[in-house]
Nanobody
């Protein structure tokens, strides 16, 4: 399993970004797909996840501002992030769970300037 994340960058507070995670196989083969982030000096935390391609879950800090979605034709999971805040600055990682095994993509850096 390979996961390729992209879409990070520098954005001003209040702006938007869309992160993409391209998987090497069908999205629906995974039990869970999600996005995590890790800010400097902090632990990695869940941002959003989608279970069995349907049920979504969001961290309280991003609820209402982020949306996770999938495009199975493209084997891609997206994270649309709106109304970005400086505290959203972190390295964002794509995650996939398949039969209790976690797979991680390389991180993509999101920097939100105030």
């Amino acid at each position: 399993v390979q996961l390729q994340a992209s879409g990070g960058g520098l954005v001003q507070a209040g702006g938007s970004l869309r992160l993409s995670c391209a998987a090497s196989q069908s999205i629906f083969s995974f039990n869970v797909m999600g996005w995590y982030r890790q800010a400097p000096g902090k632990q990695r935390e869940l941002v959003a996840s989608i279970i069995s391609g349907r049920t979504t879950n969001y961290a309280a800090s991003v609820k209402g501002r982020c949306r996770i979605s999938i495009d199975n034709a493209e084997n891609t999971v997206y994270l649309q992030m709106n109304s970005l805040k400086p505290e959203d600055t972190a390295v964002y990682y794509c995650n996939a769970v398949l039969t209790y095994v976690n797979y991680w993509g390389q991180g993509t850096l999101v920097t939100v300037s105030s």
